[in-house]
């Protein structure tokens, strides 16, 4: 840490539209899936502006689309925004995780102007690195337990589905968006020990490497708070909780929750923007990495 400097971090809160930042990151938004909230990360998207954006991984799920093609007119709307940020002067980095992990293999900039790296090193605007990577070569089960890494995927789509149906009947009654899976983690003391477990070695690997703090995803369990002398950063999801990690100009970090700004109405896509091609090259390569058959398009 810089000497005499507290962590300066927020807590959670509720963006303003129209809101610029210098950083933002987010993560596990898991295209390719029905629990993804295209709608509202579009809204964020489009209400959101940054110089500098990281996608921290998960932003397609492969290990779902392997079984199964859906990717619905929503989700290539989020592709092409974006990409729109990128070709209009915002710095946008992908990170892959374990769900599209099959980009590691990709080239910068496969469409668009968009950067692909494993991990990133960003300075604060007040000095201080921060360590940024999607975190699943940090979690042992995804590392050397392949086989239960895929039953804890199906069991979270399977509390996705349910939440969905949950939700639906709360919207009919005017209810806010609810967490079915946040509800059961603060519940579960088992899930708090492994959530434990891997902020404590996400610090580790932090302070070890000297920075002063990490950024990273992959467990859908948004948080900002100073631990063991550096900051521990998680973006959470875009299945649940609509969450993004932003930094303001003074280098200040915080939490924005987007589950109760709102799902965008979907402009329908034009064929002659900038970015349709960029869309459709990767939608074909994220296809060809799948393995999905030519032409499998599944509509929402």
Known sequence: MLPGRDPRVVMTHQAPRKHRYRTIWISDIHLGTRGAKARFLLDFLRNTESDTLYLVGDVVDGWRLEQHWYWPTAHDAVIQRLLRKARTGTEVIFLPGN??????????????????????????????????????????????????????????????????????VRRRFGRPYWSLSAFVRSKAKTAFKVLDAYEATMVREARARGFDGVVCGHVHHPACKPMDGVVYANTGDWMEHCSALVE?????????????????????????????????????????????????????
């Open 99 to 168: 769900h599209d992990a099959f980009a590691r293999a990709w080239p910068d900039a496969p469409v668009g102007r968009v950067r692909v790296q494993d991990e990133a090193c960003h300075t604060l605007a007040d000095g201080r690195r921060l360590l940024v990577v999607h975190g699943d070569a940090f979690d042992g089960i995804v590392t050397y337990v392949r086989w239960l890494a895929h039953v804890n995927d199906a069991t979270h789509r399977v509390m996705a589905g349910i939440n969905r149906a949950i939700n639906r």
């Open 248 to 300: 303001d100009f003074d280098g200040n970090l915080a939490l924005v929750d987007w589950t109760r700004a709102g799902a965008a109405d979907l402009t329908p896509l034009l064929a002659e923007s900038p970015e349709a091609e960029g869309v459709a090259r990767l939608r074909d390569l994220v296809r060809r990495a799948v393995h999905a058959p030519p032409g499998a398009r599944e509509e929402a």
